[in-house]
């Protein structure tokens, strides 16, 4: 069996017709630094004591029958540099412990189920280059921390979030695009003309009032 393979360090088994329950005992493998088990028709879900795996650089579960909530332990895989869990029926909420994977380059949280907001302490996730959210049951405002991730390149936002788009986000001088299809409202933050990199601005479905600033300079 794969869980008596003590000395495993990557499992690849993404784009294969794979079925049934995924085994949690793999969970148990800590010499992992890679697992790849997405495009499957695997169940199962991400346990508790998934926090043994310290090594783990890559965890893709994405396009699965993945499901349950990710746990606080989440947070202690301080190694991750890729997270991939969209296209699942993983629900419940982001453990604030996120904020913790200070290595992780994308936050891609698509098609799933997850409900509540986005935690403050995304701000502490230094390493991000993406963020797109769509298809989800999240909502709120964007965190003001959010100004503290000066490597973002991308900031997409799709769904129910609402509240005022925070100043903050003039801190993001490395912004190459902003999508923002959500009911922000108020006026659009002038800080904004300080993103001298922005190539994209779009702002769609949402009750921004006032007029567009005049520091835009795309």
Known sequence: ELSNMKNLVQLYLSFNQLNGFFP?????????????I???SLSGYIPEYIYKLRKLTILQVDDTRFRGTLPDSIGDLTQLVFFYFNATLINGTIPSSIGQLSRLTDLNIEAVLMTGSLPSTIGDMSSLVSIFIKDTKLEGSIPTSVGN??????????????????????NLTNLLRINFKAAFTGVFPSEIGKLSKLRTLTLTSGQYSGLLPSSISL
Request: glycine fraction near 8%; proline fraction near 3%; avoid cysteine.
């Open 38 to 40: 997405n495009s499957n």
């Open 24 to 36: 949690l005992e793999i969970f148990n493998i800590t010499t992992l630094n890679a697992l790849q």
């Open 149 to 170: 991730l000066k490597n973002l390149k991308e900031l997409s936002i799709h769904g129910d979030f609402t509240g005022q788009v925070p100043k903050e986000i003039g």
